[in-house]
């Protein structure tokens, strides 16, 4: 009996010890997942604070656009990055649309202006009528011409407004003796011809001081010649007709009132001051030249086409045959068609004008394209 206890009491120590075992190993994989449990709840508490925070941010910036009326609350239609990288863009080019929009309204008012101004006949010149002040005045009591912020004195423009592009006559003699000249230029056919600014023959423009019967002086350019005929400083005989003066031979001539040059970007002179060429028809370096107490007048010698209609379609080959149609090859005079002619066309507007629009409507196609697609609504 006492053998059969003894030998049972291991196997329920033994039984019990596998019992403990096993329990040991539960509690094991109990605290584990418990763990794995926690931190579970631990992320989503986490992401739960910064979902709460992200929504009292975008509660924040909605009553800031909320809608004063109503109350109604609303996200910003655009934000300032936004507007930085479209709205700016957008307003530029818009502006600069409208901007070229202007120049070229403008451009055609002054075509027909101008057409307009042509057409009508010549009358006679009245310097106390048609300048802005008397052209003759006593030194003494005019300013001084150095002042070139005195309004009395236009340095571009000394002729009144509704008198620039005015055909007139004018009686009196040419002093020679004091011609300049102005260039190197291009030859008008260049630009008659709408050739590239690269053709044509390099020359001068002559000036000639003009001297009325009051004892104004006016400035006349009397037309282009090229540098192989006149040569400036050249003592040798030249095509070109060297005329004397004469005040005595008084002569009536057609001229066309038109404004002086602005000088090009960095130049203050128009005049080196050693010979009698110029680079820039400045009226105000010219009047220095000639020692005058004002600005003088400046008008082209005209080669008037009665009845004068400009069309643009055939400007080229009426140029020609107005070129031709001149008594003498040189100097060229002007003729109506240089007056019809702008640097910039309108056409080349109408380019830029289109380019600007283009630019402007691109970019807001693409702010709304990716506002729609909600590509940018959280820059």
Same mark, same amino acid.
């Given at each position: 009996m006492m053998r059969r206890s003894l030998t049972r009491v291991p196997s329920v120590l033994l039984n019990n010890k596998?019992?403990?075992?096993?329990?040991?190993?539960?509690?094991?994989?109990k605290s584990a997942d418990y763990a794995t449990i926690r931190l579970v709840d631990r992320a989503e508490?986490?992401?739960?604070?910064?979902?709460?925070?992200?929504?009292?941010?975008?509660?924040?910036? +909605?009553?800031?656009?909320?809608?004063?009326?109503?109350? &109604?609350? #609303?996200?910003?239609?655009?934000?300032?990055?936004?507007?930085l990288f479209f709205g700016?863009?957008?307003?530029?080019? %818009?502006?600069? !649309?409208? /901007?070229?929009?202007?120049?070229?309204? /403008?451009? #055609?008012?002054? *075509? *027909?202006?101008?057409?307009?101004?042509?057409?009508?006949?010549? *009358?006679?010149?009245? !310097?106390?009528?048609?300048?802005?002040?008397?052209?003759?005045?006593?030194? &003494?009591?005019s300013p001084s011409l150095h002042e070139k912020t005195e309004e009395n004195y236009d340095?571009?423009?000394p002729a009144k407004d509704e008198y620039v592009h005015r055909i007139v006559t004018l009686e009196?003699?040419?002093?020679?003796? #004091?011609?300049?000249?102005? !260039?190197?230029? +291009?030859?008008?056919?260049?630009?008659r011809l709408d050739l590239p600014t690269t053709m044509g023959e390099m020359g001068y423009f002559i000036l000639t001081p003009f001297v009325l019967k009051d004892g104004e002086v006016v400035m006349v350019n009397r037309g282009w010649v090229p540098k192989t005929v006149y040569h400036?400083?050249?003592?040798?005989?030249?095509?070109?007709?060297? +005329?004397?003066?004469?005040?005595?031979?008084?002569?009536?001539?057609?001229?066309?009132?038109?404004?002086?040059?602005?000088?090009?970007?960095?130049?203050?002179?128009?005049?080196? !001051?050693?010979t009698n060429k110029f680079i820039a028809m400045d009226l105000f370096s010219i009047a220095k030249y000639y020692e005058m107490s004002?600005?003088?007048?400046?008008?082209?010698?005209?080669?008037?086409?009665?009845?004068?209609?400009?069309?643009?379609? &055939?400007?080229?080959?009426?140029?020609? +045959?107005?070129s031709e149609a001149q008594p003498t090859k040189y100097p060229m005079l002007a003729i109506p068609d240089d007056y019809m002619k702008f640097y910039i066309t309108p056409a080349t507007h109408v380019a830029y004008m289109a380019t600007w629009y283009s630019l402007c409507l691109w970019?807001?196609?693409? %702010?709304?394209y990716f506002k729609r697609k909600k590509r940018i609504s959280n820059f």
């Open positions: 596998r019992t403990n075992n096993i329990g040991l190993f539960n509690i094991g994989f508490e986490r992401r739960k604070e910064r979902k709460e925070e992200e929504d009292k941010r975008r509660e924040s910036n +909605k009553d800031e656009y909320s809608n004063n009326n109503g109350g &109604e609350k #609303k996200e910003p239609f655009i934000s300032f990055t936004q507007f700016i863009p957008a307003i530029t080019t %818009f502006c600069l !649309g409208i /901007w070229q929009t202007r120049r070229y309204l /403008w451009k #055609k008012d002054q *075509i *027909i202006l101008r057409e307009v101004t042509l057409a009508q006949d010549p *009358i006679p010149y009245n !310097g106390s009528e048609m300048l802005k002040t008397s052209p003759v005045e006593e030194p &003494e009591s340095p571009i423009n009196g003699y040419f002093d020679y003796s #004091k011609e300049i000249v102005v !260039g190197l230029r +291009k030859s008008p056919l260049t630009k400036h400083g050249n003592p040798e005989p030249q095509d070109f007709e060297k +005329k004397m003066t004469d005040p005595t031979n008084t002569e009536k001539i057609t001229a066309i009132i038109r404004p002086g040059e602005y000088l090009g970007a960095g130049i203050s002179e128009s005049y080196d !001051g050693k004002y600005i003088p007048l400046l008008l082209d010698q005209f080669h008037h086409i009665p009845n004068f209609v400009y069309d643009e379609k &055939e400007t080229s080959e009426h140029s020609l +045959k107005a970019i807001i196609g693409t %702010f709304v």
